[in-house]
Structures are given as C-alpha cells and as structure tokens.
C-alpha cells in the first residue's frame, strides 16, 4: 500500500509486505527510541492524541513517538474535558482537531467511531483502539514483538503455536492479532477462554480458512502445553454491562511460576497487552515472573515506540529523511534498554 497520507483504522489494510515495511522503519527507529541518536524531523508538526477512553502505553507512546521525530503533541484525554460533553458531534470534532493536527490519533470507546472520524478529517488518523472492534497498532508492535522474540530462539511466525488466554470476545488487541496472523502460513492457535467470553465466530471461521489449526477450550492447563508465546489478556470489564458480571470471570485463568514451570515448554514467550489486572481477585498474570527471561511484556511496551514512530513517518512520508537531521544525543542513557529489570535491580 502507499502509506503516505493514509488512515490507519484496521489491520485488514496491510498486506505482507506492508507489515515488512513496518518493520523494516521501526527497526531504523531502534536509536532514536533508544534515546542515542536525535532526529528532528517532523520539526514543525502537531500530532492531535484524542482519548476519549482511559489509556497509559498507547497515549504515551505514540506521544512519545512524534515527538522523538521532532514534532509537538496537543491532546485530549478524557471525554469530559472535550466538548462532545456539549453534544458536540464526531463529525465537528474531527474537522476542527484536523485544521489544528498533521496527524491525528483517536481512542474512542464505540468501534466504527474511529472510521467515522475519520471521514471528516482532512489529515491522516490512527486508530488507537475503538471499543472492542480493532487496535492496529497494538498488533503491529505485538506481531514485532513476536517476531523479535522468536527469531531469537530461531522460531518464526510461520509454523508458531500461539495460545491466547481470557477475555477474548471483548478484547480488541486479540481480535487485530488473529487478524493480522492471517498473513501469515501454518499457525496453531489454541483459544483459552470461558466459553462465554470466547473468539467472535467470524475470526476464528477467518482463521480455519486461512488454513491455520485453531482448538478452543477453557481448560488453561492443557492449553498452555507446546506453544511458542501465550498471549494472556485482561477480563475487559468496562465492556460488561456491569461490575458483578465482569466478576464472575475475573481470576478464572491465571499464570505464575508454578503453572508456567509445570505447563509450559521452556522458552515459551510470555505476553499481555498490558494493563494487567495486578488486583489480587484478578492477578491474571503474577508478578512472581517479573524477573523471568521469557516474559516479554515490558519489551513488548517498549516496541510500541518504534511501531508507532514508523507508522508516523510513513504516513507522513518522512521515512528517507530521518537520517539526515540526525545527530547523538549528549545525556548519558546506557544501559537502559540492555536490559529487562529496573535500574535499581541492576545497581544490587
Ligand atoms: N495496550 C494498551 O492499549 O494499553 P493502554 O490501554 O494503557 O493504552
């Protein structure tokens, strides 16, 4: 596809070879994420970050991303500081934001509402997650992660096991994933949920198609046997009709050391889009792996920059240009990408 001056709504835009070229500029992207090298850019350019749902890694980051190309964030961050509170519509908002914007990204918590927005908007805008419908940027940096963490142990996206975990009727990150992975051959994907919050039909029947292997069960332990990553999710209880419903599920699937030990190949890949429900009547995914080399989840954070500067300076078509208005940066920053442990951890 040509990115330049297009939406981002949905990862069924992006063949193969998009996702490559994705990769391929988030990787250039690498030095500057890592905060050893200076580009300035997007110099000049205003990102308008519209959040009207709550949200710490995808508002940040891509904040974050724009600005380490060089441009400026204005943002909303919540539904009640905006106008919409007014009765303002979508359709003024974004023609409003996109006369102040070079780009735009949108959270909103109906899906469609993003593609709505963006038919009035006179710049390019990413989704960045609508409701339980899609977060394409997420997949993007989850499928990098993968891949990054595969290769790593010689495994590839082709031909890999994936178990994903818990609430995946309302989680978004789950259904752009499985999406996305219909590009690619040969996957086994086994589904672990309560049977209630189980894969909408028409993504796993896309799945079968596609010709990947996919078995749904809600019985964890056997699922989380032979696979290369699992994919552990959150109960998304905003998307429930209320507390007490969302509380039935909450704690029914959980990973710490113990069933990671007694179920799970060794080298397994540990992700979760993050947040995690921490609460102790959730606990999904336990801190007593924080410290295991497997567990991927801050390393998968971290890749949300790269993913989303890339995205940026294709759809503003700056990606040839990064280089030239680069230089080093002149703080001391080492050592903090090496590794996946706090700095204090690493001064004992
Ligand atoms: N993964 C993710 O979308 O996190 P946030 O809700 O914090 O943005």
């Known amino acids: 596809m040509n990115f330049s001056g297009t939406h981002i709504l949905s990862v069924k835009q992006f063949t193969r070879a998009d996702i490559e070229r994705i990769f391929e500029v988030a990787g250039r992207m690498e030095s500057y994420a890592e905060r050893r090298k200076i580009t300035r850019v997007m110099e000049g350019a205003i990102l308008g970050n519209m959040f009207f749902e709550p949200s710490t890694r ?8 724009f ?13 009640k500081s905006s106008s919409i509170t007014k009765g303002e519509s979508l359709y003024d908002t974004a023609r409003v934001i996109s006369g102040y914007s070079d780009v ?11 593609s709505e927005f963006a038919k ?3 710049v390019p805008v990413i989704n960045g997650g609508d409701g339980t419908n899609e977060h394409p940027s997420q997949a993007l940096l989850d499928l990098y992660t993968i891949s990054k963490e595969l290769r790593s142990n010689d495994r590839n996206i082709d031909g890999m096991h994936i178990a994903m975990v818990g609430d995946l009727k309302h989680g978004r990150t789950v259904h752009s994933l499985s999406q996305l992975l219909l590009l690619y051959e040969n996957i086994r994907f086994t589904l672990i949920s309560p049977t209630e919050l189980c894969m909408p039909e028409s993504i796993v029947s896309d799945l079968r198609t596609a010709g990947h292997q996919v078995h749904e069960t809600d019985d964890m332990e056997s699922g989380l046997s032979d696979n290369d990553t699992v994919y552990l999710t959150r109960i998304q209880e905003e998307r429930f009709d209320s507390k007490l419903e969302a509380a039935i599920y909450r704690g029914r699937f959980r990973l710490n050391q113990a069933i990671y030990t007694r179920h799970c190949q060794p080298n397994t890949v540990i992700m979760h889009p993050l947040p995690r429900d921490s ?9 007593d792996l924080n410290q295991h080399p497997s567990l991927a989840i801050f390393r998968q954070a971290d890749n949300g920059v790269v993913v989303r500067m ?5 759809v503003l078509d700056v990606v040839q240009l990064v280089e030239e208005s680069a230089r080093d940066v002149t703080w001391h920053t080492k050592g903090r990408f090496e590794k996946n442990i706090p700095l204090q951890s690493q001064q004992n």
């Open 279 to 287: 609460r102790k009547e959730a606990n999904e995914l336990d801190n």
């Open 67 to 79: 600005n380490l190309l060089g441009g400026q964030v204005r943002e909303i961050t919540d539904v």
């Open 104 to 114: 735009i990204v949108m959270r909103h918590p109906q899906s469609g509402s993003v």
């Open 310 to 314: 890339a995205l940026f300076a294709l």
């Open 58 to 65: 995808t508002r940040v980051s891509f904040g974050c991303a």
């Open 120 to 122: 009035a908007s006179r």
